[in-house]
Each structure stands twice: as C-alpha cells, then as structure tokens.
C-alpha cells in the first residue's frame, strides 16, 4: 500500500514539473517572438509631379487623292487612236482617246450647207415681207427652218466633241483598258486618272473623342513603306455625324509633292493636341490587375512609412510616363519598384531611385 503511494506522489511530482516547464518555455517563447522585428521592405520612391506633356490622338487611316476620277466614254464609238501611255503624266484638256467621227463629219457638212441655205431663203423673205409680197407667217417659217439647223449643228458638234476624250485635270493616268479599234459602250472605262499632288488621310475616333479633334491640328503620318520618315498633314474636315459603330471620322490634307505617297496606302496617323500641364508618374509605377490600375501610396506617421492600395484613372502615355487623371494628387510618393513583394499597410524602406532621375531627365529633354 505504501509502495503504490510513493509511486502516485512521484508521478504528482513529475507532472507538476512538466507543467511548470511547459508554461516557463511558452512563456520564454512569446517574449522572444514580441522582440523579433521584420525587416522592412526595400521599394524605389517617386514622387507625383504635374508637367506638361504632349497629348495625342491615334489612329490608323488610308490615303485618298484629292482628285480621282475613272474617264469614261461619254458616247459609243470605234476607238481611231489612243494618245497616252500607261503611268503617263498628263495636263488637263489633253487628248486621251479619239474615237472615229467619219459619220457624224459626213452629217455635219450636210447640216451646214442645209444652214446656208436656209439663212439664203430667210434673207429673201425678210426683204420680200418689206414689199408685202409674201405673208409674215412664210416669213416666221423661214426663220425656224434656219434656227433649227443651227441647233442641229450645235447637236452634232458637241456630239463630236464628245468622242475626243480628254483629260479633266493634270494628274498620272493609270493602266490603260481599252485598245485601238475596240467599240466602247456610253460609260466605257479608259482608265483611271489621279491627282497625287496632294492627298486626303481619311481615319476615324471613338465619338468620346470628338470634342478633342479640332480643324486646323497638326498631324503625323507613318507610312510602312517608309518606316524612317514622318509626314506632316492639318486637319481639314470633320464629319458632322457619328457613325452605328459609334466613330467619327476626319480627314488630313498633306502635300506630296514628291510623289513618295500613293492613294490608297495605309497610314498610322497621330494628332497632336495642345499641351497642357498634368500630373505623371513612370509607367512602372501601375499595377495591373482585374480590378483596375492601382499604385502603392506611401503613408508616413512620425518615422514610420508605409503603403496604400490605391485605385488611378490613367490618361496618355508618353516615351515611359502615364498621365494620372484621378486617384493621387501632385506631390504625393508612390512605389516604382517592388510592388511584388508589397500588401496593404506594410511599413517600407524607400531607396535611391535612380529611374526616377534618369527618366526624369530625359522627359525634361524631349518636351
């Protein structure tokens, strides 16, 4: 009985030690962990500044000449002689194609000397109608018959004029269609005619943009046949309405005296707005996510930095900058490198932020 005693009270007594053991360490363990301090997070700083920076519109367009035509056959005929070549540069009024005119000549001397005679009978019966000789209506009669030959005559000539197809301005002729001896119908293409003097850049905007696109703007083309140059062009026009797809469209006129450009090629077009001041950060400076562009606002209270989640409105992005339209304020400093590693409410340490420098050095130097 006294055996079984001692061994229960030495069990007391060992589990009593454990516990006190236990609660000795844990207790140890809490205050070492309190101590224990993170080591802050290492982030390049920015701040929010308000320059000026270019605006621009873009989009894509295609060029169209100013003046371009199809000439066409204005009346049937046989095809005499063709007086351009393909490709040929031509002056306005000049000769492209004559078509035979051997009935219509034929006609028009029979017409003429019917003419001749019926302005021979009018003088007659106007001296005989002095003399009351005849009646004033054979006279009336012998009018009609003159005035209606000239109207003939006048018929048939602009008939004949008709069959001279000419130039209806100076520009470059295009692919010839037709040949020598062919009967060409009313409305028969001969071929295309296009000024390339100067040309017309057609493009179009979201309608949201429509009360930025301005008459008179200054505009920049680039053309991928020619990838080291830029062609400057004005606004012209603007179409009064909005397209069912929600567009509008405008038109550049640009000089191409050089003839590098030719209707119908492609064009990235980029409309230059007036500059006006706004507030930018480098492009590194947004977080993408599916909720929307957010930046890291640095917090400070006393010594202690820390950061915001903050939700931004982006505007234009130029040569690395994005103009911010809402969400921060000029002055303020956000996080343009480690946004990795960051949450909500972690305290910072902000580093030298060359980028900031280099950029903003280069950003002063273009604008």
Same mark, same amino acid.
């Given at each position: 009985m006294k055996t079984k005693l001692r061994i229960l009270l030495i069990i007391s007594i060992l589990i009593v030690i454990a516990?006190?053991? #236990?609660?000795?360490?844990?207790?140890?363990?809490?205050?070492?962990?309190? +101590? #224990?301090? #993170?080591?802050?997070?290492? =982030?390049?700083?920015?701040?929010?500044?308000?320059?000026?920076?270019?605006?621009?519109?873009? +989009?894509?367009?295609?060029?169209?000449?100013?003046?371009?035509?199809?000439?066409?056959?204005?009346?049937?005929? =046989?095809?005499? !002689?063709? #007086?351009? !070549?393909?490709?040929?540069? =031509?002056?306005?009024?000049?000769?492209?194609?004559?078509?035979?005119?051997?009935?219509?000549?034929?006609?028009?001397?029979?017409?003429?000397?019917?003419?001749?005679?019926?302005?021979?009978?009018?003088?007659?019966?106007?001296?005989?109608?002095?003399?009351?000789?005849i009646s004033r209506a054979e006279m009336d009669t012998a009018l009609a018959d003159r005035d209606m030959t000239r109207a003939e005559i006048q018929q048939l000539q602009a008939l004949i004029e008709q069959k001279s197809i000419r130039a209806p301005f100076s520009g470059v002729i295009g692919i010839r269609q037709v040949h020598q001896g062919q009967y060409l119908e009313a409305g028969s293409s001969i071929a295309n005619l296009v000024d390339t003097q100067q040309l017309l850049a057609n493009f179009t905007l979201d309608e949201q943009l429509a009360a930025r696109l301005k008459t008179g703007q200054a505009v920049q083309l680039k053309i991928d046949a020619f990838p080291e140059q830029s062609f400057?062009?004005?606004?012209?026009?603007?179409?009064?309405?909005?397209?069912?797809?929600?567009?509008?469209?405008?038109?550049a006129l640009l000089n191409n005296q050089h003839q590098q450009l030719k209707p119908g090629m492609y064009a990235k077009i980029e409309i230059q707005e007036a500059n006006l001041p706004s507030l930018v950060i480098p492009e590194t400076a947004i977080t993408y996510t599916a909720y929307g562009n957010t930046v890291f606002l640095v917090k400070k209270d006393h010594n202690t930095l820390t950061v915001q989640r903050v939700a931004v409105e982006l505007g234009e992005r130029h040569q690395g900058w994005v103009e911010v339209q809402s969400g921060i304020k000029a002055g303020d400093q956000v996080v343009v490198s480690g946004q990795v590693r960051l949450s909500d409410g972690m305290q910072i340490e902000p580093t030298v932020n060359s980028l900031e420098q280099t950029s903003s050095s280069q950003a002063k130097a273009k604008l």
């Open positions: 516990v006190a053991a #236990y609660v000795y360490f844990k207790s140890r363990s809490t205050e070492n962990a309190s +101590s #224990y301090s #993170y080591p802050l997070v290492k =982030v390049a700083l920015t701040t929010v500044k308000q320059q000026v920076t270019p605006r621009i519109l873009s +989009s894509i367009g295609e060029l169209e000449a100013v003046r371009q035509v199809q000439v066409s056959a204005e009346t049937t005929g =046989v095809i005499e !002689q063709i #007086y351009f !070549q393909s490709g040929q540069s =031509v002056k306005k009024g000049q000769l492209l194609v004559q078509l035979k005119t051997n009935v219509e000549q034929g006609n028009l001397g029979r017409l003429q000397a019917k003419l001749k005679q019926a302005e021979m009978a009018y003088h007659r019966t106007k001296q005989l109608i002095d003399s009351n000789a400057s062009a004005v606004v012209n026009a603007i179409d009064p309405m909005v397209s069912k797809s929600r567009t509008m469209t405008g038109q």
